[in-house]
């Protein structure tokens, strides 16, 4: 009987996890779904706002800038350096 027991407790257990991460599935997906209506249903001049924000929000922005300013940086040196063929 000890081991039915243990069996039984085991399934319980289980069965609260699933249901505990089917309620968070839910609610992450009641979420985005309302997230998703209220930018069918924004007006043009909403949706450009929280397209403005949405880009704004990017978190690797920065590191992309930098690494644009030191590609740009690197060109415009290349541009204005001499060509090293040209010396000879």
């Not at 949706?47 to 800038?65: F, V």
């Amino acid at each position: 009987m000890r081991f039915l027991d243990t069996v039984k407790s085991w399934f319980s257990s289980e069965i609260s996890e699933a249901k505990e991460s089917v309620e968070n599935a839910r609610s992450r997906l009641e979420t985005d779904m309302d997230r998703r209506e209220r930018e069918l249903n924004a007006s043009p001049l909403e949706r450009m706002e929280q397209i403005q924000q949405e880009i704004s929000d990017d978190p690797m922005a920065s590191i992309r800038d930098r690494i644009e300013g030191a590609q740009a940086h690197a060109a415009a040196v290349d541009d204005l350096a001499p060509e090293a063929d040209d010396d000879y």
